[in-house]
């Protein structure tokens, strides 16, 4: 058990001399976090279809997220108060990362109204009304006691125009100097210290971007996050955008953005400076049969595997990659066998985590930025 800090460390190891990629540790009170890091999502407080010691023990995951709407909604926060948090509630005894619920919201455009003092909006479950300002948002991420808890922000759609992501932006601002006053005058309900990370935000807009960039910087937080680049704009505005935020954010804090995306993507953008990452491409692709591995991806309905004995991956040290045959696996897909889906999520996350392990390994060993350029086109590869 680490010592409570009152601050999150963040200790840089290396930085790859012909990019902007950089190894480092994000020390928390649950524990120790190795950077570039990949963090499976598990919405509910539990990552679909994979047991809390699969994530532990196979996946080798280090941290794990959970979403205030959701869990708001879903048990509630009376039943996670009594609990004593999400760790004490799923099991799960590593560091955790709370979403503040505003892409839920932004998602929710049919049944929310944004204002200055926050939003209000019809539960997707039963229709009630709720109201969420960054004060409660604050209020919740403490109840259910996250290592790390982000501040509440409107992430715009995309496409959107000039003037409306501007106004969003300076009410992201707004809602940012709420959330900071409510963290700092807050306190931790389970001992652990909780770090605020703020969100930039600015849709595709260079000098918003960089406006945001500047704003969020000034907050002496433990980390900073990268919003709004994964709804939908062209992979070169994530690029450009992203570069843009990790030149101006400080280079002594982890940088978190949000929701991205690929293995392409995820290698591009730790060459840009980027630390932590998440996104539910691995969990979801993995319930619908496709697979990502060393070689590229693998369909894994197609007619080809229907003859195929050989193992899943046999260089794999997942129990599932060894045990299971690829025609097995296309067989429990085929059959909508519940199985499939939960051997693909283990899969596929354990690919993930192992691929941030590997791009930390290039860096400290000084030949990443060669090492990524080699391994994209084969990963993007289908086969």
């Known amino acids: 058990m680490l010592k409570f800090t009152n601050k999150m460390q963040f200790i840089i190891s290396a930085v790859d001399q012909n990019s902007k990629a950089r190894a480092g540790e994000i020390v928390t009170d649950s524990g120790l976090i190795q950077t570039p890091v990949f963090m499976p999502v598990g919405t509910l407080g539990a990552v679909k279809g994979v047991h809390i010691k699969d994530l532990e023990d196979h996946i080798h995951a280090q941290i794990i997220l959970g979403n205030t709407y959701h869990l708001y909604l879903r048990p509630g926060m009376e039943v996670m108060s009594q609990a004593g948090g999400l760790q004490r509630f799923n099991g799960w005894k590593k560091p955790i990362l709370t979403d503040s619920g505003g892409f839920q919201v932004f998602s929710l455009n049919h049944r929310r109204k944004i204002k200055e003092e926050g939003v209000t909006f019809s539960s997707h479950i039963d229709g009630s009304i709720h109201t969420f300002t960054p004060e409660k948002i604050i209020e919740i991420q403490r109840i259910i006691g996250a290592d790390i808890i982000m501040a509440f922000d409107e992430c715009p759609p995309y496409p959107v125009n000039e003037d409306y992501a501007e106004k969003s932006m300076h ?30 935000q600015g849709s595709v807009y260079k000098h918003l971007r960089k406006q945001s960039a500047e704003f969020v910087a000034s907050k002496d937080c433990d980390g900073y996050a990268i919003g709004g680049v994964s709804v939908g704009e062209p992979t070169a505005d994530m690029y450009n955008i992203t570069s843009l935020c990790c030149s101006i954010l400080p280079h002594n804090k982890p940088r978190y953005l949000m929701g991205v995306g ?122």
């Open 171 to 200: 009410l992201t601002h707004r809602w940012l100097d709420r959330c900071y006053d409510a963290w700092k005058n807050s306190k931790s309900l389970f001992g652990n210290h909780q770090s605020l990370f703020p969100i930039v």
């Open 262 to 383: 690929t293995p392409a993507n995820i290698l591009e953008c730790i060459g840009m400076g980027v630390d932590m990452f998440d996104c539910v491409m691995p969990t979801r692709n993995g319930r619908n049969a496709s697979l990502f591995t060393w070689k590229g991806m693998m369909n894994m309905k197609n007619e080809k595997w229907k003859y195929d004995f050989s193992p899943l991956d046999e260089n794999s040290d997942l129990f599932a990659d060894t045990a299971y045959s690829k025609a097995f696996i296309r067989h429990l897909f085929v059959n909508g066998e519940m199985l499939g889906s939960m051997i693909g999520s283990l899969h596929n996350l354990h690919f993930y985590v192992s691929l941030v392990k590997e791009a930390r390994n290039h860096i400290l060993s000084g030949d990443y930025f060669q090492w990524k350029d080699k391994i994209i086109p084969v990963l993007s590869q289908k086969i």
